[in-house]
């Protein structure tokens, strides 16, 4: 009698124990994912909401929203916004066009592709830090030639440095990341054209389809997914790194050339107002998944169109 | 439509030479195929026809005007490809009426055009759809849509077939056929399937290295080869090649194998002076039993069966030789078996250059 009582309640715990079994085999992955990615995370977001200056033994207390109400108030910080969009509109726009014509061209054979098809991918291999250093000096009138070159063909007044110049100095930093990031797109493109099959060519050329035309209708169809794919991961990549702007101009003179990712290693590391400096990221955080959300969307709509 | 003339057509990359001076001349209206082993420069030859290659010397005349330095689009030639080459953006309808489009034809004729061309092929209900909803068959179906669409002087197809299974390509075979029938249109068929060359072909060109080897009607390469290549290459099971010797007799040439009597030809044979010959018989001509022909005994080795026919193995005199039979045999290894060989079966080729001897 009592075993046929007992038995009912027995298989409705096991039937909880096989509902929690996913969950148990899945938790030591979970927990390490938690202690190594979301902890770090809402530690740092916290940070926004605290009064954290690294040489204030008295600060760290709760402070609400005054950090974001500062944001908004902070002209550098939108001028770094504005910059923002300028870095990485003319980073990711020019890598992208000068990296497609490189893989045009290096598409097609001719003596001495590899070692040029080499030389080319080479700034990719470069630490961002060294290429920064080095444009640097390329771009110092004291020892770099390029100001003397520019002047000499009238593009400049004088041989000034550039870096210096609160009008001109992120310029400097985007053209090191678009020698730098070129390569990134020519290898992508070039993969993605060749993976396109000879004989749909040569059937296009049957078809009376001259270059310009095969280029439209074959070789862009055929590009497009990749083009969308690289360009939406190369503008999270390129927003989101400041070396070359802390290599180059340390975000000056005067915050000039400072981006927000740049700006929040400033306000961090220099300032050394922590929490201030999580508030910027913060944003940061907020606008580019805003835009991997966008990304995600358009990648969905495309993979749905396939 | 157009006839096609090729002449003293050489092609070089680098090096290798692909095509060795090649002369050939297809009728307007002829379904001509060209078949060889892989790298025989078969291929080769229909891209320079296209004007996807250049030659590197000689002529290439299409319906009289010679297109050797005309680019593709200008030669008013279709291809069709092995993997189809499909334009995978465009659906069904796009893809064959591209052509058109690039001539800017009103948009109601194409639609027109490519609908006749797609009732033809049976694609009216996949206008709609992008290649890699297509099957295979469908597939190689919409590129036969593509050529047709271009009412071309020439088709030329390049291993069409080769990407299909075996029943489809069967079907296909016989559709192109059909197509050409209703079309009457000059086509150059390129396969290595010396069974496609066969079923489809008014005239065989076999090639080997770069070399046109016999150019023919199917029976004419199967009945009357030219070489041992062409012997070998057509039909399948391949004809047997034995070596023996002959010698002139009073009756005419007796050929023996081994030493032991083979058969002999009652006509006049130029035979090389040491007698050494390669004897060439198909498996199909040769019957077991004893019969019209001379008899000549050979050991039994294996039976192989697809259940309309059997290829029976056998030995003779140490060299191996097949038999293609319609009987159903029962035969145990080594067991002695009887062969009524024809003396009209027979063909003779020189073991040194491989010619025929005649």
């Known amino acids: 009698m009592s075993a046929t009582v007992s038995l009912p309640t027995g298989s409705r715990a096991r039937r909880r124990l096989l509902m929690f079994e996913p969950y148990l085999y899945s938790a030591p992955a979970l927990l390490l994912v938690a202690a190594t990615t979301l902890i770090p995370i809402v530690i740092g977001i916290s940070y926004a909401f605290r009064n954290i200056m690294l040489l204030d033994p008295t600060s760290g207390d709760f402070v609400g929203l005054d950090n974001f109400r500062e944001l908004l108030r902070d002209a550098s910080f939108w001028n770094a916004l504005k910059n923002t969009v300028v870095w990485t509109a003319s980073c990711v726009g020019f890598q992208f066009l000068f990296g497609l014509i490189l893989a045009l061209m290096l598409n097609r054979p001719f003596p001495g592709r590899a070692l040029i098809q080499a030389t080319i991918f080479l700034p990719w291999a470069i630490p961002t830090f060294l290429v920064g250093m080095n444009w640097s000096w390329l771009l110092n009138p004291a020892i770099g030639p390029l100001p003397h070159w520019a002047y000499a063909l009238g593009l400049m007044n004088a041989p000034d440095n550039i870096l210096s110049d609160p009008d001109y100095a992120l310029w400097g930093p985007i053209f090191a990341g678009i020698w730098w990031g070129t390569p990134f797109f020519a290898i992508t493109l070039l993969a993605a054209l060749q993976s396109i099959p000879r004989e749909i060519y040569e059937a296009a050329e049957i078809d009376g389809a001259g270059g310009l035309e095969r280029f439209r209708s074959i070789t862009l169809p055929f590009l497009a997914p990749t083009m969308v794919i690289t360009v939406l991961l190369r503008t999270i990549w390129v927003a989101n790194s400041p070396e070359l702007i802390v290599v180059m101009t340390k975000g000056g003179p005067a915050d000039a050339s400072q981006i927000v990712a740049s700006y929040v290693f400033t306000q961090a590391y220099q300032g050394l107002n922590f929490g201030y400096a999580s508030a910027v990221a913060t944003a940061l955080v907020l606008l580019l998944l805003v835009y991997a959300f966008l990304l995600i969307a358009i990648r969905q709509t495309m993979l749905g169109r396939r | ?358």
């Not at chain 2, 690039?102 to 639609?111: D, H, S, V």
Request: glycine letters at 10%.
């Open chain 2, 1 to 358: 439509m157009a006839s096609i003339d090729i002449k003293n057509v050489r092609k070089d990359f680098g090096p290798v030479s692909v095509l060795k001076g090649v002369d050939l001349a297809i009728a307007s209206g002829e379904f001509a195929v060209l078949v060889g082993p892989s790298g025989c420069g078969k291929s080769t030859l229909l891209r320079l026809i296209a004007g996807l290659e250049d030659a590197s010397s000689g002529e290439i005349h299409i319906g009289g005007r010679r297109v050797d330095d005309l680019p593709p689009r200008d030669r008013d030639i279709a291809m069709v490809f092995q993997s189809y080459a499909l334009y995978p953006h465009m659906n069904v309808r796009d893809n064959m009426g591209y052509s058109l489009r690039l001539k800017r034809t009103p948009q109601a004729r194409i639609a027109e055009i490519v609908g006749r061309a797609g009732a033809k092929l049976g694609l009216e209900a996949l206008g709609e759809r992008k290649p890699r909803e297509l099957s295979g068959g469908q597939r190689q179906r919409v590129a036969m849509g593509r050529a047709i669409v271009r009412n071309p002087k020439a088709f030329l197809f390049d291993e069409p077939l080769s990407n299909l299974d075996a029943r489809m390509r069967e079907q296909m075979r016989f559709e192109i056929r059909k197509l050409h029938r209703d079309l009457g249109a000059t086509s150059v068929y390129v396969t290595h399937d010396q069974i496609e060359a066969m079923t489809m072909a008014d005239r065989i060109v076999a090639m080997n290295a770069g070399i046109i080897q016999q150019v023919g009607t199917p029976l004419e390469l199967y009945d009357d080869p030219a070489n041992v290549f062409v012997a070998g290459f057509i039909g399948s099971p391949a004809m047997n090649f034995l070596t023996g010797e002959a010698r002139r007799g009073e009756t005419g040439v007796a050929l023996s194998v081994g030493g032991k009597a083979f058969c002999t030809l009652p006509q006049a044979v130029a035979v090389p002076e040491d007698g050494r010959v390669t004897i060439g018989i198909r498996p199909e001509r040769i019957r077991i039993g004893v019969g019209a022909g001379q008899a000549v005994e050979a050991a039994a080795d294996l039976v192989e069966t697809t259940g309309a026919a059997s290829v029976v193995h056998v030995d003779l005199a140490g060299q191996a030789m097949k038999i293609f039979t319609t009987e159903r045999l029962q035969l145990s290894q080594g067991q002695r078996i009887p062969l009524a060989i024809e003396a009209k079966d027979v063909c003779l080729f020189d073991p040194a250059g491989g010619g025929r001897l005649r």
